[in-house]
C-alpha cells in the first residue's frame, strides 16, 4: 500500500466527512473538524502529517492560508459595511494593536511564557479566524450589522496578526544579534507594505481589466486567479515573511468591488477551494499534535485563555464601537464572539521551532497553547452564537420564510396563508403595477430586480431559506433558481413550469440548470392562475392523535396537492417531486387544490 496516497485519501475522508457530518446534525464544522485531526493524529497515529510530508508541510500550510484569505477578500464588498465602516476601522487600526498589547500583558505574566516569546505569541492572537467566523455566521444567521463587522474584522486581522509576529520575531532577533539592523529591518517592512499593496491592487485592476476585455477565455480565468494568488503571494513574503497575506487580501477585495461578468463562478469555485482546504489544513495541523504537547497545558495556560475570552475581547470591542451606530446587544455580541482558526496555529508553529532555535525554550509551548486558544473559542463561541444571539434578540425565532418571486393571484395566496402560519414570506417583482394587489393585501413585497446587486442591500436574506421562482418566464425562473441554488441550497429552490423532458427533447432544460418543480405535475403559470380563478386554494390541515396522516391521506381530494408541512418545530418541508412527506402529530399541511373531504381543521385561503 502506498502509505502517503492512503494518508492524503484519509485526510480528505476525514475532512470533508467532518463538514458532513456536522451540517447532518447541525453543529459547528470546525468542532467536527478539531475532533477529527485528533482522532486521526495523537490518539491513533492514523495521520502524521511531519513524517508525510516534511519539508513541504509549512510551504503547503503558508499557500492554503493564502488561498482562505484571498476568497475570504472575495466576500468583502464595500456596500456591506456602510453600517459597520467606523466600528470596523476602529478594530482593525486601532483595536489590533491594543489586543496585541493586553494579549502581550496576559502572555507574559499570566501564562508565564517569557517576554520576547509572549510578543510573538499575542501578536498571533490578533487574529480572529475567519476560517472558523464564516460558517459560524451561515449557521447562526446572524442579522447584517454584526455579520458584516465579525465577517470585515476577522479578514482583515488575520494578515494584521501576521504581521505583527513577524514584526516581534525580527525585533527579537536585532536584540538578540541574530539579525540585521534596525534600520534594515524597518526598511524591508516598509518595502513589503508597499509591495503588498502595490501587487495587491494593481494585479487585481490588471486581472479585471483582462477579464472585462476578454483577454482571459473563461475556462481559464479561475486557473489564472490562482496562479495570481500564489505568485503574489510568494513574491512578497521574499521582502518580509507573511507580508503575503495582506497582498492576497487586497487582491481579493479589488476583486470582489469590480464588475466583471463572471465573478460568481469565480467565487464558488474559490468557495469549493476553501472547504477542502479549511477540512484539510484543520485536520492536519490538529493531527500535529501530539499527546506530550496536551500535557504540558496547565493552569496557567487555562487562565491565559479565559483572560483573553472574558477580558480582554470585551473591553476591546466595548471601546472600539462607543459612539456607532451598533445597539449594545449587538456590540455584546460582537464582543462575545472572536473564534481563532488555521492561521492561529499555522504561524504558530512556524514560529515555535524558530524561537527554540535562537534560545527561547518556551517556544515550544505555543503549538500546545494556540491549539488550546483555538480549541476554547471553537467550541465555545461555535455552539454558543446563537444562543447568546436569541438571548441577546439579535435573531429571530421564527420559521423558514418564503422569498416569492413574481407577483400573481397564485403568489398572493400563497403569501396570505404563509402570513397566517407566521412564516416570514416576500413577494418580489420588477413590475410596480403587477405588486399593487400583494401591497393592498398588506404582504410584504420588493420592488426590483431580485437578481441586482441593490436586492443584497435592501432585503435581509437571511429570514428566507426557501426560494419559489413564479413568474410567467420559464427561463427567467430556472435562471432565478440556478442563480440562488449555491446560497440556499439545490434543494430548497423551486420553480413553476419546469419543463420535463427525454435528453433529445429540442424543449429540454439541463439537469445543472434550474431548481426543483414546485408540484408533482409542473403546472405552468397560466395554468396555476387558471386555477385560482376556478376556485383552488391554499388549504391548512393540522394533523393531530385524534386526526392522523392517515387520515388525511383517506379523505383528501384527488385534485388537492400538497405544498409543504409546517413542522412543529418551525421548519418547512416541500412535497417537490418524489418527495415523501411523513407529518407528524403537531404538524400542518399547507396544500393546493379542492378541499378535503372531512378534514378536521382545514380552512381555504380568500383568494384575491
Same mark, same amino acid.
Given at each position: ?85 467606523? *466600528? ?17 500583558? =496576559? ?24 476560517? %472558523? ?34 514584526? *516581534?520575531?525580527?525585533? %527579537? ?11 534594515? #529591518? ?8 508597499? &509591495?503588498? #499593496? ?17 483577454? %482571459?477565455?473563461?475556462? &481559464? ?29 487586497? &487582491? ?55 483572560? @483573553?475570552? #472574558? ?13 456607532? =451606530? @451598533?445597539?449594545?446587544?449587538?456590540? &455584546? ?66 420559521? !423558514? ?13 400563497? =403569501? ?17 403595477? =403587477? ?28 429570514? #428566507? ?6 413568474? !410567467?418566464?420559464? !427561463? ?6 440556478? !442563480? ?80 409543504? %408541512? ?43
Amino acid at each position: 500500500m502506498d502509505t502517503l496516497a492512503f494518508q492524503i485519501g484519509l485526510i480528505g475522508v476525514m475532512g470533508i466527512g467532518a463538514q458532513w457530518l456536522a451540517w447532518k446534525v447541525q453543529i459547528p464544522a470546525i468542532v467536527v473538524l478539531v475532533v477529527a485531526g485528533l482522532i486521526a493524529g495523537p490518539c491513533t497515529g492514523l495521520i502524521a502529517p511531519d513524517q508525510i510530508f516534511g519539508d513541504l508541510l509549512r510551504p503547503m500550510i503558508g499557500l492554503a492560508v493564502a488561498i482562505i484569505l484571498f476568497e475570504g477578500g472575495l466576500t468583502l464588498e464595500f456596500a456591506q459595511i456602510r453600517e459597520t465602516s467606523a *466600528a470596523v476601522r476602529r478594530l482593525v487600526l486601532f483595536g489590533s494593536p491594543l489586543t496585541w498589547g493586553l494579549t502581550f500583558l =496576559a502572555a507574559h505574566y499570566v501564562a508565564g511564557l517569557q517576554a520576547p516569546t509572549a510578543a510573538v505569541f499575542s501578536g498571533i492572537l490578533v487574529v480572529t479566524g475567519p476560517t %472558523v467566523i464564516m460558517p459560524m455566521l451561515r449557521q447562526a444567521r446572524l442579522p447584517s450589522r454584526p455579520a458584516s463587522l465579525l465577517r470585515w474584522e476577522a479578514i482583515l486581522a488575520d494578515p494584521l496578526g501576521a504581521l505583527f509576529a513577524v514584526f *516581534a520575531f525580527e525585533i %527579537v532577533q536585532i536584540l538578540h544579534g541574530d539579525h540585521g539592523s534596525s534600520a534594515a #529591518f524597518a526598511l524591508r517592512v516598509g518595502l513589503a507594505v508597499c &509591495l503588498a #499593496f502595490a501587487l495587491g491592487i494593481g494585479l487585481g485592476r490588471l486581472l479585471i481589466w483582462s477579464f472585462i476585455r476578454g483577454h %482571459v477565455p473563461e475556462y &481559464l480565468k479561475a486557473a489564472v486567479l490562482l496562479i495570481t494568488v500564489l505568485v503574489s503571494f510568494e513574491l512578497t513574503n521574499l521582502v518580509l515573511e507573511e507580508a503575503g497575506l495582506l497582498t492576497v487580501t487586497l &487582491l481579493g477585495v479589488v476583486i470582489a468591488n469590480s464588475n466583471i461578468a463572471s465573478f460568481n463562478e469565480i467565487r464558488r469555485f474559490k468557495e469549493i477551494m476553501t472547504v477542502l482546504l479549511v477540512s484539510g489544513v484543520f485536520v492536519i495541523l490538529t493531527a500535529t499534535i501530539t499527546i506530550a504537547d496536551l500535557l504540558t497545558i496547565g493552569w496557567r495556560d487555562i487562565a491565559f485563555v479565559a483572560l @483573553m475570552l #472574558f477580558v480582554i475581547r470585551p473591553i476591546i470591542v466595548l471601546l472600539m464601537t462607543v459612539g456607532t =451606530a @451598533m445597539p449594545l446587544n449587538e456590540r &455584546l455580541l460582537c464582543a462575545w464572539i472572536a473564534p481563532r482558526g488555521v492561521v492561529a496555529i499555522a504561524v504558530s508553529g512556524l514560529f515555535a521551532a524558530a524561537l527554540m532555535d535562537i534560545g527561547f525554550a518556551d517556544g515550544g509551548r505555543l503549538v500546545a497553547l494556540a491549539f488550546l486558544v483555538v480549541a476554547v473559542t471553537v467550541v465555545l463561541h461555535g455552539f454558543s452564537i446563537r444562543p447568546v444571539a436569541r438571548l441577546l434578540k439579535i435573531t429571530r425565532k421564527e420559521p !423558514d420564510g418564503i422569498l416569492i418571486v413574481g407577483c400573481s393571484p397564485f403568489a398572493i395566496a400563497l =403569501a396570505r396563508r404563509a402570513r397566517e402560519l407566521e412564516i416570514p414570506s416576500l413577494i418580489a417583482d420588477r413590475n410596480w403595477h =403587477a405588486l399593487k394587489p400583494a401591497r393592498d393585501a398588506g404582504i410584504g413585497v420588493y420592488f426590483g430586480e431580485i437578481l441586482g446587486e441593490t436586492a443584497e442591500h435592501k432585503i435581509d436574506f437571511s429570514r #428566507f431559506t426557501y426560494l419559489i421562482a413564479a413568474t !410567467d418566464n420559464d !427561463d427567467y425562473n430556472s435562471l432565478l433558481c440556478t !442563480d440562488f441554488g449555491p446560497e440556499l441550497g439545490r434543494s430548497n429552490v423551486f420553480q413553476i413550469g419546469r419543463h420535463t423532458s427525454t435528453a433529445h427533447d429540442r424543449y429540454a432544460m439541463p439537469s445543472t440548470i434550474g431548481g426543483r418543480a414546485l408540484f408533482r405535475d409542473n403546472d405552468s403559470f397560466d395554468g396555476l392562475q387558471a386555477r385560482i380563478q376556478s376556485g383552488w386554494a391554499f388549504h391548512k390541515t393540522r394533523i393531530s392523535a385524534e386526526y392522523p396522516y392517515e387520515m388525511f391521506e383517506a379523505e383528501r381530494s384527488e385534485r388537492l396537492d400538497i405544498l409543504f %408541512v409546517l413542522k412543529k418545530s418551525g421548519r418547512l418541508a416541500f412535497a417537490s417531486g418524489k418527495s415523501q412527506l411523513r407529518p407528524e402529530a403537531g404538524d400542518v399541511i399547507i396544500a393546493f387544490g379542492q378541499a378535503v373531504r372531512k378534514a378536521q381543521e382545514t380552512e381555504a385561503a380568500p383568494t384575491p
